[in-house]
């Protein structure tokens, strides 16, 4: 049973983690708004992540019998100077979550919530690859700079990112096929 303290935390978290799905939905339709399809596709697959991360905190409240709460998602940011502007974003913002994940794993410490910090092992070992992922595209949108053809080339790669999800991870366990 989670207490009312961290439940209110994982609720919170749960909120972050939607409102990183809408920014980089946000940042999709932006790349397609400058016809950049791969990036487009890449940020469409990283906000299916986030609706991944948002919906595995989600299921976990309620299987620990706490009650989840739909909080106000804030509205993200709808335009960007630049595709390096929108990546450097990505990465500042991967690294304030992973904050508040450290957080939150403190505070499951300080209610002595041991099956709340193993659960959130996996988001904190998901940062690491989140992290490493952000830095990775920065740096290939900061080599391409302002070579437009340079650009298109990370475009195409960007663009072959695939979605997963996590193993064991049902998205609609109520039943009902994709
Ligand atoms: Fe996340
Ligand atoms: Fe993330």
Redesign the pocket.
Known sequence: MLSEKMTEALNEQANR?LY?SYLYLSMSAYFESINMKGLASWMRV?AG??LV?TMKMYDYVISSGGRARMLAVEEPRFAWGSPLEAFQQVWD??RA?TGLIKALAGVAEAEKDQATRSFLQWYID??VE?EESSDMVLNKVKAAGQNEAALQAVDRELGQRKFKFPRGFNMFPYGGTP
């Open positions: 983690e990183s990283q992540e986030e991360h913002h991967e979550v998901e940062q989140e």
